[in-house]
């Protein structure tokens, strides 16, 4: 069978051949910070929240701790080090599922503060189910076929590549959506001076809010342009980094946006 020329494998097998050191150097330091953004976050989030309870808790660290953390160490061994394959893409993969749809789970566990529509709600949640199969599972099975069972063979490369700037979309679309609907409803809250936007300091956190969602979707975007660039290590690598730092923005504003909500409720 002929051997995929390097350059469709740079990064897939684990190979950095064509990169330099300067990059390769990039590359460790986005890893370092992603880790750090998470330990930063398992710091504050149980300092800061009252409660160690409920959907925001849990998938807030989920998605840094099971997700973000596993996912840059499992590339790390991957590019980096003489690492089983096995072992290197099944820590990814692990990371890749929490953190990925962790990261929805958390925007979507504060989206009733700001909707109240159920049927809008339950449609955002069964797209995210929907999403977790459809795009996860097909690429895992991609991934472990061009990486181990069928490590090197062109058409599980081939697969691989396609299916990853499919999933990539999949998900920039869904994250694009949740985010969407979060300016829509909050300008819709200033627009129409709900009693929670009427309190002191309560625009500036609604204009926080609508600004940290339009980061997401340019962060998302940003990924997006580097997968279809084919600068696949870069984007793989800087992917861990945004991702906590979606996470870190998250949990500064969605915080005081519950405050707000039940500050305004109980008066």
């Known amino acids: 069978m002929t051997d995929p020329p390097q350059d469709l494998l740079d990064g897939i097998s684990g190979a950095l051949a064509s990169e330099g050191e300067v990059l390769q150097m990039t590359l460790v330091a986005f890893i370092a910070l992603a880790c750090y953004n998470v330990a930063e976050l398992v710091v504050l989030v149980p300092s800061t929240l009252r409660r160690w309870q409920g959907l925001y808790f849990w998938s807030l660290l989920a998605s840094g701790c099971i997700g973000v953390v596993p996912y840059t ?5 991957k590019f980096f080090t003489h690492a089983d394959s096995v072992l290197s893409v099944t820590i990814l993969t692990i990371g890749w599922w929490t953190m990925v749809t962790g990261q929805s789970v958390v925007l979507y566990s504060r989206l ?52 990853e ?4 979309t999949g998900f920039t679309i869904q994250e694009s959506l949740i985010s969407t609907l979060y300016v829509i409803e ?43 660039a084919n600068f696949y290590a870069v ?33």
């Open 73 to 77: 160490i499992g590339f790390m061994m």
């Open 112 to 163: 009733h503060l700001v909707l109240r529509d159920e049927k809008t709600l339950r449609r955002v949640l069964w797209l995210i189910v929907a999403n977790f199969f459809l795009l996860h599972v097909p690429t895992t099975i991609l991934t472990f076929g061009a990486n181990i069972v069928h490590s090197g063979e062109i058409a599980w490369v081939q697969g691989y590549n396609i299916m």
């Open 165 to 168: 700037k499919i999933q990539l």
């Open 186 to 228: 909050t300008v819709r809250l200033l627009r129409i001076g709900a009693e929670s936007t009427t309190r002191p300091g309560a625009r500036c956190i609604m204009y926080q809010l609508i600004g940290i969602n339009c980061a997401i979707v340019t962060m998302d975007l940003l990924l997006l342009g580097l997968e279809y």
């Open 235 to 267: 984007q793989i690598t800087l992917k861990g980094f945004i991702y906590s730092l979606k996470l870190k923005l998250e949990f500064a504003v969605l915080g005081r946006l519950v405050d707000l909500i039940q500050d305004a409720r109980s008066t």
